[in-house]
Each structure stands twice: as structure tokens, then as C-alpha cells.
């Protein structure tokens, strides 16, 4: 990857040779990714891959030792997370995050009202806009936005209340609510079954559709990465160690011995397209 | 100097006991044990009462106490309290030992009398002898807390290392959860674990108490210092909780020898000893750590069956659609709760002396727990020392007004904008602080401003505090108290639309999640914590100042931080998220005392205060607070009923009446079954 790669924008987020240390131990040793605009990425490796821990860097809650981070042209490096989120980049997480008080509906108002404008949190102390009647244009957006989920039968439950699967897509929601450029998405189907993950799966195929959204996916299921993803990143041991489209990076031998294990015939059936496997075969 | 070093090793000592117990309970049990002052008083005036007034002999009033009476008692409280609080939330682990807190020392006056304890007894028979050690007095009062100290650490290190109940003890405090799979019973070792706790809490009442006083006040003034040293060892570090207990003994006694003993700057520079380890104890972790978080007890077993979001998703999950639907101005909520205020603001009219007063005074109370409502229900931040900066609003507002002779109403308002920069920098240095540090932090920091402020003459006034007017035009109780009540209304409107707006939603998504708050939503998580907390203090000390106009005095002695945890507990009885429930609280607080006081005889004076503590602990079963739990049910009640009239002008069967509670259902079971 190269500097001009970085700012001719053929990248909406990269990481530059990424070095995270935890004391001795190195969890990211040079890592480099892109992520081109309307496609879909996948980052997959095995448990102590340093997936998560690139995740924390791409999204800013961790600053990298050395590397650097580019959003959109720009170096982020030393930008705070939610500068980062103000710049377009939205995340999920591998245990849903959400906010345990609020409806499914507050979670996405709160992230639609951020995204008009982050001065409303001051002023609507002031101008009493808590009083006010509901903004359409807000309701419209929020709403939309839960149809499309297929959350409009919860859409006032409390999150408290919601199966797993539905958490993932309110946390989504949320995510896109706040009109991100780029989504990374922790482990979306991380105890889903396999039609709450095919669920998933349909939203994830109608956001990068309709909403012009990249995607950088960190996943367990292969299958599902293979299925979805337009290229793929593999980390072993805080390295990379392969990248390609998926069909090269099942092939490559150092994947399968590496991450995949050496079993050749088991991994044959592991890393069938979702649609010929939908189970949850994971590694 | 031997001389002092021996008398701070014996203080220190006391404080290590102490230090050694809550350590120890926190880190088998998970809970910290805000109640230890007052298992240690209740313990401590009863042996007085067998000692004393009943006529026992030291020895087995000390046995009948420490071996009998503490074990019984921590029994009954485990199996009634402290067996649900494992599960719990952090806020409410500490609001339901704060309800002990202030429920055992009016049980004790219940239980043993209200009699006047000028000397309390040690365990050492009067006259003390005193042995000539090095050229050094030592008393025998000072070997035998020394000789207690040696016994518990080693009987305590030989039981944990080398014995069955040890290894069980070590397993439980590994993972809760696989213990029990191993067959380890946790509740066993936990009342084991409660009952040496409670019995250690006696021991250190019956030892401190000649020397500290017998009283609530006394016995906190001890766990402050205990505390620092278990904040130092971060919370369950023993040999280092031990350790600087001894240290803080050591040097409150060697200040006294290095500086003048009778000066105010000695006694300043001692009384601050505890919150000066623990500011430094915190400093130390915050640039080690970048942050000072509460260390999560259990492994990762414990954490996979705790409930996602803690109690405060439990609450949620009882949520009706209804409810969350119809979040319209006229809803059911918004209608009670504005008939509620509306049956209040009739009260003074019909009230007139006596009762009046009370209503005033409920009224005043009523608007400091707003500060309540923001911080805790607002912001989630557990701070114990609000009363604190209702204690500066007031005093500040009477030098104003009576000092320098401003009008009383622009010294409240100058009062509370001078008090708010204070809260304002609290909240931005506990910013990176754990719920539990940060109750921590705010007790040590309430209890400072309580030893080097409020006892400063300038606001004591030899004891009798500074006067204070009301307005010329508000001088009766009916009128003041409507002023009051405009103020509360006004308070209350602001908090209603910082609810119902953005600056709600954001906070109530930093209470839930401030990694999904700062890396998804963008918000500026540091801007709105300082927010609240400046809010918080602007209303403390205000409703301080108001509460100072409403009894004609700014006396600093009236804002103890024990008196702080006791409004807590009545606000949390009654629902500390809700604005109905802070004049409610406030009217409970002044009335429910008129009312034992009036109609029933003496001895049900502190009957109050013990109910206020018991409702504290009640939030175990009501995460919100019994009314507002009750006003939930009603609004299901009537959402149900509505259901059913609607299906029954439609002519069909109510197919969805239960919805509600299979939600509630539901969420028990996603959340782990713990509700």
C-alpha cells in the first residue's frame, strides 16, 4: 500500500503498517488494509489473530504504537473516536453494545439526532426543545430506517427486552443511522442461528447497495466471509499472512495450513459458500 | 517520638482490622461493605448495653457480642439482603449497604436505649496499666489491638492457605459460577465470609469506640480511614490494605508530634490523612492505568450469566409497549405525575403551623434531592457528596446575605454558581473513575469538606451557625413554601426537557455504553459528565441555600455526610429517577418524623430513619424505587384494561393481554433469570 494510494482515494479507511504492544507481546506486527469505496471487506484470522485489536485502532479506542490510519484521505491517526465517527466511520461490536434503557427507536433517534448536529445536545437545554412536537423529517429517517431492519414490530420495545439477532440489527441501526462512509462490523453473526444470520446477511447486501456504505467485516463464520465479502484480509499471530479475492484466499496454502489447519478434505467443507452451507461451520 | 509511633501503630492497627475485613468481604463476596460503620456501632452499643448498663463482665459481653450477636446477625441479613446483591449492579450494591448504613444505627437506639455515652468501654479494664517498653509508654489497651491484629492476619492467612474453608473461599472468589459447578456451595462461604466480617466490624467498634466516640459519626470517621487504605490496595489487595492502614495510624500520630497540637493546621492536616492517600492512591492508578475502573469480581463464567446492562436493563425490560409508546405530553405517566404535583402544590394551603412548616421544609428537602435525580438518575454518577455542596451553597448564601448584606435571594443564586465549579471539577477528575471509585472518591471528598470547611468558626459560629433571612416578601411558611415550590417547578421543567431531548438521550447512552457512545455516536463523553455534575451542584446548592432560608440558619453541622447517605436512602426508597419522587421523598422526610413524633410515643422517633434505610435496601427488589415500581404497575394496569375494552367494543378475544409480562418474561430470560 502506498502513500498515494492513501490520498487518491482508492481507499474510504486504510491502516499503514499498524504495530500495537501489549508489553512484550505484539498483537499487530505492520498490518496494512484498505477499504475501497461500495465494497465489502472481511478480516478473518483465528482467536489472538489481532483482529479486535486492529478494530480498536481502525475505530480509534486504541492508538497504535507505530502505523498510521487514513479516513478518506486523511491521517486519523491521533483523532479521537468520535472525531473519527463525525468523519463517517461507524462500528459494531462482537458483544452488542447497546444502551439498556433506551427502545430500539431511541437508539437510532440518538445516533440521527448526533449525526444533524452534535451542537443539539447543548442548545436543546436551553430552547427547551424537549417540548417540542416531533421533528417529521426525524421520524421519517428513523422510521424508514427500522422497516428496512424488519424492526418495526419492536420498534418501542426496550432493547432489554430483544433475542441476540435483534440486538446485532439495532445495533446497525444505529450504526447507520448516523450516515457512516464506512461500517466495521465485530463478529456480526457471533450467536446468531442460521436464519437470524441470513437476516443479517440481507441487510448487510442492502446496505452497501442502497446506502453507499463500505463494510469491513472481522468474522468467525467463513462461510459467511467467503459469501459476502469482495476481498479478504487473513491475520495469524498479529501478521498478515494472506489477502486476495475469496477464491485465492481459500486456495492459498499458507491460509490453509496456518488458519485453516492441514486437514484439506475438512477444509473443503468448511469454506463452502454460504449459499451451498448456510450452517455455522466455524473454525 | 517512640511514643507516638507506638500510639499511631495501635491506631493503624484499628484501621488495618478494619481494612483487612472490607477487603476481604469485597473480594469473596464482590460487595464492599458500606455498612462496616455501622455494623461496627451497632456491635459497639451493644456491648456497651451488656457492659455497661446490663452489669456483664468485659469478657463475655465481648463473646456474647462478637460470637453470638455478629454471626446472628449476619445470617439473618444474608439470608435477607446480601445474598441478592452479588447479582446486582454495582449502584445498587452500594445503595442497599447505604440503606444498612443508615438503617442499624436507629435499630440500635431502638434495641439498646438512647442513653448518653460520654466514655465508652474498651476491652481493657480502667485504669489502663501502662508498660515501659524501649523507654516508650505502652498501654495495655494499645498491645491488645496490636495482639488482635497479629492473631487475625495470621489465623486469616493459615485459614485461606492451608485449610478446606480456605480453598473454598479462594475458588469462590476465583469464578462464583464454577465453584458452584465443582460443588462448592457460594452461599455457605459467603455467610461464613459475612459472619467474620461482621464480627471483625464489632471488633473494631468495641476497640475504637473509647477513643473515637460511640456514635454513627465517630465509627465513619474510622471507615473513611479504612477505606482510603482498601482504595490504595485497590480494592482487594490485602498485605497493602494492611500496610498503608498502618502507615495512616503512624502518620496521623507523627503530624501531631511533628506540628504544633493544638493548631487548626494539625488537626486539618489529619483529618484530610484519609482523602490525601486516597487522592494519591488514585493519581498513582490513573497514570499506570490511564483510568481507575472497578475490578470486576468472578470470571468470565460470572460475567456470561450476569445480566446485559445490570439492573438498570431489568427495570427497562418492565417497560410496557405502552409506555415506551406513548411518550405523547398527555400520556398516563405524564397526567399522574402532573396530578401528583398538583395534589403537592395544594398541600400548603391546607396545612397551617406546625404541619406547614414541614411542608415547607419537605419542599426545600425536595429540591436538593433533585441534585440527586440529575446525578445519579441523570448522569450515573453515585455521588455521596452532594450534601456537601448543599452545606457550601448554604453557608456561602449566608455570608453573602448576612455578612455582606446582599438580598437573600441573589446570595442563593451567587451561592450556587460559586459551589458549581467545584462539582464541575470533581466530575472531570473521577471522569476515568468506576462507579465505585467514584462513590468512593466523593465520600472521602464529602467527608473533607465536612472536617476542614464546615468546621472552619467563620460558618460554625461557635456552634449555633450563621443566621439567615428569608425574602421580606416571603416570610411566612405559606409563602416561602410556594417559593420554593416555584423553584422546584422550575428545576424541575429544565430536567423534563433535558430528558425528553437530545442531551437525555445522549446521557442516558453514556450511562448504558460509553465505548458505543464515543466510537458510534461520537459524543463527547467528558463535555457531558462535566455537564451533569456542574448541574447536580448548581441544585444541590441552591436547594442547600433554600434549605438554610427555610430553618433561618446556615449550620454547617446540619450537612454531615452521614446525613447525606440517609437523604439518599430516602430518595432511592422512594425512586431516584423520578421528579415526583423527590418531592415525595422530601415531604417523607420531614413529615414521617412530625407524624411518630406527634402521635406516637418517643421511642418511635428513629423508626424513620430505620424505614428510609430499609427502602435502600428494597431497590434490590425494585431497581427503580418502590413508588415509581408501583406507578409502573398501575400504567400496565390500565394499559391492560384498555386492551380489554377495546377488544371487547371489537368483538374479539384480548390476544395480546399478557404481552407485556411475556415481555418482562422474556427479557428474565435473556437477561439471565436474574430478575
Known amino acids: 500500500m502506498t502513500a498515494a494510494d492513501q490520498t487518491t482515494g482508492r481507499y474510504r479507511l486504510s491502516a499503514e503498517n499498524v504495530v500495537v504492544r501489549f508489553g512484550g507481546v505484539v498483537a499487530c506486527n505492520g498490518v496494512s488494509l484498505g477499504v475501497p469505496p461500495d465494497s465489502t471487506v472481511g478480516l478473518i484470522g483465528p482467536n489472538g489473530a489481532g483482529k479486535s485489536t486492529l478494530f480498536s485502532v481502525l475505530s480509534g479506542l486504541r492508538r497504535p504504537t507505530a502505523g498510521r490510519v487514513y479516513l478518506d484521505g486523511d491521517d486519523v491517526t491521533e483523532a479521537t473516536p468520535q472525531a473519527r465517527v463525525r468523519q463517517g466511520l461507524g462500528r459494531t461490536f462482537q458483544h452488542p453494545e447497546v444502551f439498556a434503557e433506551m427502545s430500539v427507536r431511541e437508539h437510532l433517534v440518538v445516533a440521527d439526532r448526533v449525526r444533524e448536529g452534535t451542537r443539539r445536545i447543548w442548545t436543546d437545554l436551553l430552547t427547551g426543545r424537549g417540548f417540542s412536537p416531533k421533528n417529521p423529517g426525524e421520524d421519517e429517517r428513523v422510521g424508514s430506517l427500522i422497516d428496512s431492519l424488519g424492526l418495526g414490530g419492536v420498534a418501542h420495545a426496550s432493547v432489554a427486552s430483544l433475542p441476540l439477532g435483534m440486538l446485532r440489527l439495532v445495533e446497525l441501526g444505529r450504526a447507520l443511522a448516523a450516515e457512516p462512509s464506512v461500517l466495521l462490523l465485530d463478529e456480526p453473526s457471533s450467536g446468531l442461528d442460521t436464519a437470524e444470520t441470513a437476516d443479517v446477511v440481507g441487510v448487510l447486501r442492502r446496505t452497501v447497495a442502497e446506502r453507499n456504505v463500505s463494510l469491513l467485516v472481522v468474522e468467525h463464520d467463513v462461510a459467511l466471509v467467503m459469501d459476502l465479502c469482495e476481498y479478504i484480509y487473513v491475520l495469524d499471530f498479529g501478521s498478515l499472512i494472506a489477502q486476495g479475492k475469496p477464491d485465492d484466499v481459500r486456495r492459498d496454502p499458507v491460509v490453509r495450513s496456518a488458519y485453516l489447519g492441514t486437514e484439506t478434505e475438512e477444509l473443503e467443507i468448511e469454506i463452502q459458500p454460504s449459499d451451498a452451507s448456510p450452517g455455522k461451520e466455524t473454525v | ?675
Open chain 2, 1 to 675: 517520638m517512640f511514643n507516638y509511633i507506638i500510639a499511631g501503630l495501635a491506631l493503624g492497627s484499628v484501621y488495618a482490622i478494619a481494612a483487612a475485613s472490607i477487603t476481604v468481604t469485597y473480594v469473596s463476596t464482590g460487595i464492599l461493605n458500606f455498612a462496616f460503620a455501622s455494623f461496627a456501632y451497632f456491635l459497639a452499643r451493644g456491648f456497651y448495653y451488656l457492659n455497661s448498663q446490663e452489669g456483664w463482665p468485659v469478657v463475655p459481653s465481648a463473646l456474647m457480642v462478637l460470637l453470638v450477636w455478629a454471626p446472628g446477625m449476619a445470617t439473618v441479613l444474608y439470608f435477607a439482603v446480601l445474598r441478592h446483591l452479588p447479582r446486582r449492579s454495582t449502584l445498587i450494591r452500594i445503595v442497599a449497604m447505604i440503606g444498612l448504613f443508615v438503617a442499624l444505627p436507629p435499630l440500635a437506639v431502638i434495641c439498646f436505649g438512647n442513653a448518653t455515652i460520654s466514655v465508652a468501654p474498651g476491652l481493657v479494664p480502667q485504669p489502663i496499666h501502662v508498660y515501659h517498653i524501649f523507654g516508650a509508654a505502652v498501654g495495655l489497651d494499645q498491645i491488645v489491638v496490636f495482639a488482635f491484629l497479629v492473631a487475625i492476619l495470621l489465623i486469616g492467612t493459615y485459614i485461606l492457605l492451608f485449610t478446606d474453608i480456605g480453598l473454598r473461599v479462594r475458588g469462590l472468589v476465583s469464578t462464583r459460577a464454577l465453584a458452584s459447578l465443582s460443588g462448592i456451595n457460594p452461599g455457605s462461604v459467603s455467610v461464613a465470609v459475612w459472619m467474620i466480617s461482621v464480627a471483625l466490624a464489632g471488633l473494631v467498634g468495641i476497640l475504637a469506640a473509647p477513643t473515637t466516640g460511640l456514635t454513627p459519626e465517630g465509627m465513619t470517621g474510622l471507615m473513611s480511614a479504612a477505606f482510603a487504605a482498601v482504595i490504595a490496595a485497590r480494592l482487594k489487595n490485602l498485605p497493602i490494605a494492611v500496610l498503608v492502614a498502618l502507615i495512616m495510624g503512624v502518620f496521623t500520630d507523627l503530624v501531631q508530634y511533628w506540628l504544633p497540637p493544638d493548631s487548626q493546621f494539625t488537626s486539618a492536616v489529619v483529618d484530610s490523612a484519609p482523602f490525601i492517600v486516597t487522592a494519591l492512591a488514585l493519581i498513582f492508578f490513573y497514570i499506570r492505568d490511564r483510568a481507575v475502573r472497578d475490578v470486576a469480581s468472578g470470571g468470565a463464567l460470572d460475567a456470561a450469566i450476569e445480566p446485559q446492562g445490570g439492573d438498570a436493563a431489568v427495570a427497562a425490560a418492565y417497560r410496557t409497549h405502552a409506555e415506551a409508546a406513548d411518550s405523547s405530553m398527555f400520556s398516563f405517566r405524564n397526567v399522574g405525575s402532573l396530578v401528583m404535583l398538583a395534589v403537592v402544590a395544594i398541600l400548603p394551603l391546607l396545612f397551617t403551623g406546625y404541619w406547614l412548616t414541614l411542608v415547607a421544609g419537605g419542599f426545600a428537602y425536595g429540591l436538593i434531592f433533585l441534585s440527586f435525580t440529575l446525578a445519579v438518575g441523570e448522569g450515573g454518577l453515585l455521588w455521596l457528596c452532594l450534601i456537601s455542596f448543599a452545606g457550601l451553597g448554604a453557608i456561602v448564601a449566608a455570608q453573602l446575605s448576612t455578612e455582606a448584606g446582599w438580598p437573600v435571594l441573589v446570595a442563593v443564586l451567587v451561592a450556587a454558581v460559586i459551589v458549581t465549579p467545584i462539582g464541575a471539577l470533581l466530575g472531570l477528575l473521577t471522569i476515568r473513575f468506576g462507579e465505585l471509585y467514584v462513590a468512593l472518591t466523593t465520600l472521602a471528598f464529602g467527608l473533607l469538606v465536612e472536617t476542614l470547611v464546615f468546621t472552619n468558626n467563620r460558618f460554625l459560629n461557635g456552634g449555633s451557625g450563621v443566621p439567615m433571612s428569608r425574602p421580606g416578601w416571603a416570610v411566612d411558611d405559606r409563602t416561602f413554601a410556594y417559593l420554593v415550590l416555584g423553584i422546584f417547578f422550575l428545576v424541575s421543567l429544565f430536567i423534563v426537557n433535558m430528558r425528553r431531548s437530545t442531551t437525555g438521550l445522549a446521557l442516558s447512552a453514556i450511562r448504558r455504553s460509553e465505548a458505543a457512545s464515543t466510537s458510534v455516536l461520537g459524543l463527547n463523553v467528558i463535555g457531558l459528565r462535566i455537564l451533569v455534575s456542574a448541574l447536580a451542584t448548581f441544585v444541590a446548592a441552591l436547594g442547600g441555600g433554600f434549605l438554610a432560608m427555610y430553618s433561618l440558619l446556615a449550620l454547617p453541622t446540619s450537612y454531615t455526610v452521614y446525613t447525606g447517605l440517609a437523604w439518599l436512602a430516602v430518595l432511592v426508597t422512594i425512586g431516584y429517577r423520578s421528579i415526583v419522587a423527590a418531592i415525595v421523598a422530601g415531604l417523607a422526610f420531614t413529615l414521617m418524623p412530625g407524624i411518630f413524633e406527634t402521635y406516637l410515643s418517643g421511642s418511635w422517633g428513629n423508626v424513620p430513619t430505620l424505614l428510609f434505610g430499609i427502602g435502600a435496601i428494597g431497590l434490590i427488589i425494585d431497581p427503580d424505587g418502590s413508588v415509581t415500581m408501583q406507578a409502573r404497575n398501575l400504567e400496565h394496569l390500565m394499559y391492560r384494561l384498555r386492551k380489554r375494552r377495546q377488544s371487547a367494543v371489537a368483538g374479539v378475544a384480548p390476544a395480546d393481554e399478557s404481552a407485556n409480562l411475556e415481555s418482562s418474561d422474556m427479557a428474565s430470560t435473556e437477561l439471565g433469570g436474574s430478575s
